[in-house]
């Protein structure tokens, strides 16, 4: 006997006590969904607040500024890294690399992971962030670029759009979001832990993210 007809035999054997129409019936039937939309009350400023405090417990470096700040401290941050190239997603707002001077490189299909690997740093937007998971997401849309310009460079930068883009929790964020698009949760810079917990950054996206939180965009 295979494995296939194993599995399937067990399954027979636990729907041998189900009557017609009870299996059809336990489908159509709603699941409650009565659990908590969100951890306690807050304002909006105490959400944001929460995202920032968590972003920084994963370890992400966080900055916030208002909307005409934006490109000078993207431009200090770009320097502060030595980068001399950063790859950009096409619907990246030119204005916010007005005052970098490193060399854009664009999101093009044709790249291989070896030249992403050799690109300095990556700016994107983001579609949502999770202020009780600390957790940004990205949904590929035009200021996001393809996941992978995100999981190759070493150094990654993304901004934040606050209030708009930030929502207390999961079920909130997931209301947001198209289950069609692909989607890249991020809660820190890439980690892993060997078996006696030494903790390595870097091993399968970048070793060093920063979030943006800017205000008035």
Known sequence: MSSRDQILGRVRR???????????????????????????????????????????????????????????????????RGARTVLVPPGLP?????AADATRVHDRAASTPRELDEVHSVVTGCAVAVA?????????GPDQGRRRITLVPDHHICV?????????????ALERLDPARPLTWISGPSATSDIELDRVEGV????????????GV
């Open 94 to 98: 030119p204005a916010w690399l007005a």
């Open 204 to 215: 399968h996206g970048p070793r060093t993210l920063e979030v943006v939180l800017v205000s």
């Open 14 to 80: 636990a729907l041998a006590d189900v009557r017609d129409g009870e299996e059809k019936d336990a489908h159509d039937t709603a699941v409650p969904r009565d659990y908590l939309r969100e951890h306690g009350d807050r304002t909006t400023e105490q959400t944001v607040d929460l995202l920032a405090e968590n972003l920084a417990d994963y370890r992400a470096l966080v900055h916030r500024c208002a909307g005409e700040e934006l490109p000078e401290l993207l431009m200090r941050l770009l320097a502060a």
């Open 160 to 172: 934040v759009r606050v209030p708009d883009q930030v929502v207390s929790s999961v079920p909130q």
């Open 132 to 140: 009780e998971t600390g957790t940004i997401v990205l949904d590929g």
